[in-house]
């Protein structure tokens, strides 16, 4: 089983809403990933968690809050966004932050800010 | 820094072999990854090379180079369901970056039936 599960698959929310986008994973991977993506561009790194502990942040504002609550869970707070923001948001797992290992993608939540 | 390089489109027909090249110069290099990646869907991981030579799998296969920094994946017989983008990414090795991955911009392929 190399599934990530990403909820919701899509979103539209006011610059003064406050939601989050959740993932989940059952593979026992220990590192894990948000990229946000804009149409037509790659995937552009937003933080990885290793073991539960934030371990890189890509300078991205603080109104994208991320949260590691278990092993299995990664979660992304969202408050105060722009419509720049809108793009599709990617989770992705891997085993290890860095052994030779592949990282897995979820589907996608596809943000709207208006 | 990393800068990958890959061509932004290519078009081929059913049935014929389209190879996608990638470059790339990095510092700590740990693996180069290819992804496919349809319109509106999350990538998906199609190989992976971290030692020089080609990975064979069905109809895709990948070549690496470590000492020209250049990859390729090919992909044979080609189907209409083979149009979409093509990720190359590298995988850097060491200090606060280990495990991360780089993207190239994407290859964007179309097969005309």
């Known amino acids: 089983d190399t599934e990530v599960t990403q909820t919701p698959k899509h979103l539209v929310m006011g610059m003064t809403n406050k939601k989050s986008l959740k993932c989940e994973q059952h593979m026992g991977h220990r590192a894990m990933y948000w990229y946000k993506q804009k149409a037509k561009k790659p995937p552009e790194l937003m933080f990885v968690y290793s073991y539960e502990k934030l371990s890189i942040n890509e300078s991205v504002p603080s109104r994208f809050s991320p949260e590691c609550p278990n092993s299995s869970l990664l979660n992304l707070h969202l408050h105060a966004l722009q419509p720049e923001d809108s793009a599709l948001y990617l989770c992705a797992s891997s085993p290890h932050r860095g052994a030779q290992e592949t990282q897995y993608f979820g589907p996608g939540t596809r943000l709207l800010v208006l | 820094g990393q800068n990958i390089d890959q061509p932004t489109e290519m078009t081929a027909t059913e049935g014929a072999i389209v190879q996608i090249n990638c470059t790339y110069q990095?510092?700590?290099?740990?693996?180069l990854f290819w992804y496919q990646q349809h319109a509106g869907e999350a990538p998906t991981f199609l190989s992976y090379?971290?030692?020089?030579g080609l990975e064979e799998k069905g109809r895709f296969s990948s070549f690496l180079s470590r000492s020209k920094g250049y990859s390729y994946l090919l992909l044979k017989e080609l189907q209409m369901k083979d149009s979409a983008s093509y990720l190359c990414?590298?995988?850097?090795?060491?200090?606060?970056?280990?495990?991360?991955?780089?993207f190239g911009r994407g290859t964007q392929l179309t097969v005309w039936p």
């Open positions: 990414a590298v995988r850097h090795d060491r200090g606060s970056t280990l495990g991360r991955l780089y």
């Open positions: 990095t510092s700590g290099f740990n693996g």
């Open positions: 090379n971290v030692l020089d």
